[in-house]
């Protein structure tokens, strides 16, 4: 089952770096562990750890520090 999901998700992958710009995508993938955090929280009442909150700030800060610095590139 796990190496099913595993194809599914990389062709997922695939389509979706087909359609946006390649820097976007991977700074969602980056999310996914931040999102995934909160739909824990959301759906079966786990409370995150303090390493746990310190990684998604770290996540969050570095996407959006990533994300300013992009957008005075271009």
């Not at 194809?7 to 992958?13: D, I, K």
């Not at 909150?53 to 005075?72: E, F, P, R």
Request: glycine letters at 14%; proline letters at 3%; zero cysteines.
């Amino acid at each position: 089952m796990g190496g099913i999901l595993n194809v599914v998700a990389t062709l997922g992958e695939n389509f979706g770096f087909k359609n946006i710009d390649v820097v976007i995508g991977n700074q969602l993938l980056m999310l996914g562990t931040v999102f995934a955090m909160f739909l824990g929280l959301i759906f079966y009442g786990e409370i995150p750890s303090l390493p746990e909150l310190a990684g998604g700030l770290i996540i969050l800060t570095s996407v959006l520090v990533a994300n300013k610095t992009l957008s005075k590139v271009v």
